[in-house]
């Protein structure tokens, strides 16, 4: 007799949804040095160059990959040997910093996308303790694992010097719309930033399940570290086909969320993306998810619209839309999850 593969049905995404065998890599996403914006001697020319690459890739693919951007990379190899520690602890150490209904933070091995489960485990924390409760009634303080020792150091250090990525990466964001460099910033002053931690164990049916399923990142920007796997599709604007995202060591992955969609007037566009899981190796990754604060109301920017070009959104406010989304990711739902095309005017 074979081996039979027990298939779980709740991690079946439907055919249409199913990743093909084969995922390209080629004509994958554009790649920016960032170092300009570490030298003082940069000429004018050359930072007016990055800027016009980061308008490109935000326009074009909603996706890109910097290099030279600041994070050490002791700090980025520190903050995957603590995941993969954290993730490889004994199921009672991860259960004591388990999430739950009033704190969604810690450790969690059961998300939806889109009603369908996710092959993964994860670990959240946020950047910015709001104080005991938020505005939405949830109680988001950070749960620090007993295992690896280090854990809350590593990632408060890992944090600190990716937020001043962030801040660089909205400044050539606000300048790629023709706006004052810092015009985005005040959004941020108590912004609702989290790191999470993905683990996607080895998958017996990789053909049907995926470790995310296809989604668009709700908040402002992602600053995504993947290791040397491979797994990250994204969904390529010009023609629709998925292609693989191809690891480069110590780089960042960045995309543009939904909120800059609608900040921009959808000049960008927030691309979909999903994970592949495969049978033979892990897969580790470190999302970084910049986002305003719960006070929010999303509009497209008033410099942005006129007459010609009128407001292609209502407005909305993030911390309700981010605590609509958040209900429908624990646990599997009969609706759609909320999504900003509710708010686009026809
Ligand atoms: O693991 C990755 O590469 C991406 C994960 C992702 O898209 C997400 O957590 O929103
Ligand atoms: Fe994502």
Known sequence: MGHQVEVDQAFVQSPEHRPKPVI????????????????DSAAT?????????????????????????????DLLKAAETAEREFFA????????????EVNPLGYYESEHTKNVRDWKEVFDMVLHEPGVVDVSGLELKNKWPQVPLGFRETFEEYAKSVEKLAFRLLELIALSLNLPPQRLNVFFE???????????PPCPYPDLALGVGRHKDAGALTVLYQDSTGGLDVKRKSDGEWVRVK?????????VGDIIQVWSNDKYESAEHRVSVNSAKDRFSIPFFFNPASHTNV????????????????EYNWGDFFKTRKDS????LEVENIQITHFKRV
């Open 299 to 314: 509009k497209p920017l008033e410099e942005l619209v006129d007459e010609t070009n009128p407001a292609k959104y209502d």
């Open 329 to 332: 990711n624990y646990k599997k």
């Open 247 to 255: 690891p480069i060591p110590n780089a960042f992955i960045i995309n």
């Open 89 to 100: 602890s004994s199921e009672e150490e991860k259960k004591k910093v388990r999430r739950d």
């Open 24 to 39: 390209s890599e080629a004509g994958s996403i554009p790649l920016i040095d960032l170092s300009p914006l570490f030298s």
């Open 190 to 200: 108590e912004q609702t930033t989290f790191i999470r931690l993905n683990h996607y």
């Open 45 to 73: 020319a050359v930072q007016a160059t990055l800027v016009e690459q980061v308008e490109a890739a935000s326009r074009d693919w909603g996706f890109f990959q910097v290099i030279n951007h600041g994070v050490p990379v």
